[in-house]
């Protein structure tokens, strides 16, 4: 009966124009196609959805669906468009309001920004959107040469990512280096990449530049997403995992101490999270009562 159940959901997807291959939409799950073997990831390179979404016109900032697709080269809305809106969404670039595309924020920042230090930023912004892009980033050291082998198996045992590993990397890596986030070619078939670190929310309010390398006390980075649900428990806001973000600064103060014939260093390098909110009033209230509840005063 699951044989006969997979069939028929194959055979239904073929119908309906929407692709079978692992090659499609990363979160699409429900969204464009169920896979048999593996997890899916993102239709478009980075650079390939900022070109789709040039389409959309500057001063309305929305298309309607239908014409959206045909700007694509799409007859219909359906099939082969689909997996590309969903790109799109994935990195944060546009979002549905009725039968309407729209251009996010920080699509208008990428496209038009005022600065090319603005527009930088925000392309960076918008790969590290794209979750399974973001965790495969972080988990590689930066400013390093690192082992391709061992992203190849990064991707493949924890990302789960099985049926078409080589494209998966190519649009990273082609994706990471239109973000300005890889030094060198994006070569799939090079055994080391070498990464440069995504330097974001500047405390002093400035827009940094992506591939920037030097590190300074004003500089934000991505915590590990490893670390992010302990650093969250421990603040009491668990309940925001699924809509926040976890950085830390590049550097910080150190206090060395001796006593006791031992040596201690103390570190201090603060962290923020950020959170989009759903009522701002309610959820504020929420976050000083579980800060509270950890002893933080807020």
């Given amino acids: 009966m699951i044989e006969t159940r997979a069939t028929a959901e194959i055979a239904e997807m073929a119908n309906s124009g929407v692709e079978t291959v692992q090659d499609g939409d990363a979160e699409a799950g429900t969204k464009?196609?169920?896979?048999?073997?593996?997890?899916?990831?993102?239709?478009?390179?980075?650079?390939?959805a900022e070109k789709a979404v040039r389409n959309i016109d500057e001063h309305e900032r929305r298309?309607?669906?239908?014409?959206?697709?045909?700007?694509?080269?799409?007859p219909e809305a359906k099939g082969r468009f689909i997996h590309k809106l969903n790109a799109l969404q994935d990195y944060k670039l546009v979002e549905m309001k009725g039968e309407y595309v729209s251009l996010t924020d920080l699509a208008v920042e990428m496209l038009y920004g005022a600065s090319a230090h603005a527009r930088a930023r925000a392309r960076a912004q918008a790969f590290l959107s794209y979750e399974m892009f973001k965790r495969t980033f972080?988990?590689?050291p930066k400013n390093q040469d690192h082992q391709m082998s061992y992203v190849l198996d990064f991707v493949r045992v924890t990302l789960r990512i099985v049926n078409d590993m080589e494209t998966y990397i190519r649009r990273f890596l082609e994706s990471a280096a239109y973000a300005g986030l890889l030094e060198g070619e994006p070569d799939p078939k090079a055994p080391t990449i070498r990464l440069r670190p995504a330097l974001v929310a500047p405390s002093n309010g400035e827009v940094a530049a992506a591939g920037q390398t030097k590190a300074s006390e004003?500089?934000?980075?991505?915590?590990?997403?490893?670390?992010?649900?302990?650093?969250?428990?421990?603040?009491?806001?668990?309940?925001?995992?699924?809509?926040?973000?976890?950085?830390?600064?590049?550097?910080?103060?150190?206090?060395?101490?001796?006593?006791?014939?031992?040596?201690?260093?103390?570190?201090?390098?603060?962290?923020?999270?950020?959170?989009?909110?759903?009522?701002?009033?309610?959820d504020i209230t929420e976050i000083m009562k579980a800060l509270q509840s950890r002893g933080f005063k807020a």
């Avoid at 169920?34 to 650079?47: D, I, N």
């Fill in 63 to 74: 298309m309607s669906k239908a014409n959206f697709a045909r700007a694509l080269g799409h």
């Fill in 138 to 140: 972080v988990e590689c």
């Fill in 218 to 282: 004003d500089q934000w980075v991505l915590v590990a997403p490893n670390e992010v649900a302990s650093v969250l428990d421990g603040l009491g806001l668990t309940q925001y995992q699924n809509r926040c973000d976890v950085t830390q600064r590049s550097a910080g103060d150190v206090a060395i101490s001796m006593a006791d014939g031992k040596i201690a260093v103390e570190v201090r390098r603060p962290m923020r999270v950020t959170i989009r909110p759903t009522n701002m009033l309610a």
């Fill in 32 to 48: 464009s196609a169920r896979r048999l073997h593996g997890k899916s990831f993102v239709y478009l390179t980075l650079e390939d």
